[in-house]
């Protein structure tokens, strides 16, 4: 039988691929993970997408289980600050686009909306986040109908398989290095080997397969499948065994980040329960609420900005707060490896792929490389329709999500530097081009946008098209013959349920703070 997983790091990849398949397969599987005392995990990633709740509903934990203990909290959209224009914002929420008449009520909106806020005509999130509210009342219970509808049959299928079902109302956001720290008791208590240690060097037999990995103290370890989490450095798949890098940098030019932890006053500064994206003169900056401090980090490409000049401009952006918190400078490898699992070798995390973090999808493509690598795990024939599958699968995600960030800046209206001017000249994946072609006269529907499962609907593309305003889109020819009164009367609809919740929801420090 095979059964012997070899984890090498133990960031959050590395943790929550050892947690999840002790939750799949229990004593019938034998995991050693081993990570680095020396080299640190990168120390960012704290915002997430809605299906994360899966990952976590998957390993029996309950909110009130992990969320403390990770300073979590709700995340109910990405907001886009100054894309457009300066003081402008929009959201992008885990919100259905409802229809009406077969027509997204977005496609209604372009037509005739009731004001110039397309977020705050078709959603209810929009301004249930502007009021700074928890997508839960006091006693826990979730906000009504229809978000929640459905949700709790759709534990166990992999998240490509719900997609579509149900959208659950929020994401969560956390402290990145609690949460394996969270895991790693959860991975250990329930049979994980934990070393800590370095890995020295990565043995391959004469086929040129992984035999075992030498460490510095501990000797060799061995297994039959190798999980590299080392991240950015790809020490297994990309170092020992040669697996070619495909770079993303032609159509995503951000290289470099600076990251700053503030601690803050959560009481006094209140949770936007958001994660806050405002576009600077060369990238855009993050804001993250967790309970007890902000992360907050410039994404920049180095051909336009120095990185003194970045940290000069986060550490101004957010203000006294930043004075004595020391900054994390990281140099960001955009793209994927050609293929994501080689011989008895997967990748998992940034060492597998990574795009910037835009829509907040570094942890998302984990979540989905597990849930592919437990669908596809091999047996001893090695399968390699099992590889093939996975690998397809792994590209299609990341693939698609490029397509969907190159969108982000080809849409922006923002033109005022040369960083923003080059983004509408520079080369796009190319069927991108196509779609937004077709886009400009109809919306993004199932079958115009990206063709494989890749976490985003085409409502997503509808905020981003609609948002950021670079791109000028027409309401259907059709709707100028189709009676208005049915959207109409969905307008009223969620106008009338965005003030029941605004006046019914707590704040959501006030959720959290009831919760500890
Ligand atoms: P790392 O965290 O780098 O961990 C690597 C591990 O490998 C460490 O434990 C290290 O000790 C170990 N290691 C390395 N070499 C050796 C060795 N020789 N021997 C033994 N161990 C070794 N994702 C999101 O979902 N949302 C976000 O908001 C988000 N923001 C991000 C912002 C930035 C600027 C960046 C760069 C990434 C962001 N991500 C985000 C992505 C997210 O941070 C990563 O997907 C996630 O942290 C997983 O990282 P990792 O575990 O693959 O690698």
Redesign the pocket.
């Known amino acids: 039988m095979l059964n012997r997983l070899v984890i090498?790091?133990?960031?959050?990849?590395?943790w929550m691929t050892a947690s999840y398949f002790k939750a799949a397969f229990g004593d019938r599987i034998d995991i050693t993970l081993?990570?680095?005392g020396n080299?640190?995990?990168?120390?960012?990633?704290?915002?997430?997408f809605s299906d994360i709740r899966h990952f976590f509903e998957f390993l029996g934990l309950k909110e009130k289980d992990w969320m403390p203990a990770c300073n979590a909290t709700y995340k109910l959209a990405v907001r886009f600050e100054n894309w457009r224009e300066e003081g402008h914002y929009f959201y992008h929420p885990f919100e259905q686009m409802r229809s009406v008449n077969g027509f997204p009520l977005a496609d209604w909106w372009l037509k005739a909306g009731p004001t110039d806020r397309f977020d705050k005509d078709c959603f209810v999130m929009p301004s249930v986040i502007d009021a700074g509210l928890s997508p839960r009342h006091l006693d826990g219970k979730l906000i009504d109908q229809p978000f929640d509808e459905g949700a709790d049959e759709m534990q166990g299928l992999t998240m490509s398989e719900h997609q579509g079902k149900t959208q659950f109302p929020y994401a969560y956001q956390f402290e990145?290095a609690l949460l394996a720290k969270y895991l790693t008791t959860y991975a250990v208590e329930r049979g994980v080997k934990h070393i800590t240690?370095?890995?020295?060097k990565v043995n391959l037999d004469e086929r040129g397969w992984i035999s075992g990995v030498t460490t510095a103290e501990h000797g060799d370890i061995e297994g039959d499948l190798y999980v590299d989490?080392?991240?950015?450095?790809g020490?297994l798949l990309n170092q020992a065994l040669e697996t070619p890098f495909i770079s993303f940098a032609d159509t995503l030019p951000n290289d470099s980040?600076v990251?700053l932890q503030v601690p803050m006053d959560m009481q006094a500064r209140g949770i936007l329960p958001c994660?806050t994206a405002t576009a600077q003169e060369a990238g855009w900056i993050?804001t993250?609420p967790l309970m007890g401090r902000v992360g907050t980090?410039y994404?920049y490409a180095k051909d336009y900005l120095s990185p003194e000049e970045a940290e000069r401009t986060l550490r101004e952006f957010v203000g006294p707060a930043a004075a004595d918190v020391e900054a994390n400078h990281?140099k960001?490898r955009i793209g994927r490896s050609e293929n994501s699992w080689v011989n008895n070798c997967v990748a998992?995390?940034?060492?597998s792929g990574?795009v910037e973090?835009l829509e907040?999808?570094?942890?998302?493509?984990?979540h989905h490389a597990i849930e592919q690598l437990a669908k596809h795990f091999p047996d001893e024939s090695w399968n390699p329709v099992q590889r093939r599958l996975y690998n397809d699968s792994v590209a299609h995600v990341m693939d698609g999500i490029r397509e969907f960030l190159v969108l982000h800046y080809h849409a922006a209206k923002r033109n005022d530097t040369q960083y923003w001017r080059d983004a509408k000249t520079r080369r796009m994946p190319d069927e991108l081009a196509a779609r937004i072609e077709k886009w400009k006269t109809q919306l993004p529907d199932s079958e115009t946008i990206y063709p494989y499962y890749h976490g985003l609907p085409p409502y997503s593309y509808m905020c981003v098209l609609l948002g950021m305003g670079g791109i000028e889109v027409q309401a259907s020819p059709a709707l100028a013959l189709a009676d208005p009164g049915a959207a109409e009367r969905e307008f009223a609809a969620i106008r009338d349920k965005t003030r029941r919740l605004t006046e019914a929801l707590p704040k959501a420090y006030d959720y959290f703070a009831a919760q500890a």
Request: aromatic fraction near 10%; include cysteine; glycine fraction near 20%.
């Open positions: 090498v790091g133990g960031g959050t990849a590395g081993v990570e680095s080299v640190g995990a990168v120390g960012v990633g704290e915002a997430t990145a240690d370095d890995v020295k989490c080392t991240g950015f450095r020490l980040a990251a994660t993050w993250i980090g994404v990281i960001m998992i995390g940034l060492s990574f973090p907040s999808t570094g942890i998302f493509f984990i």
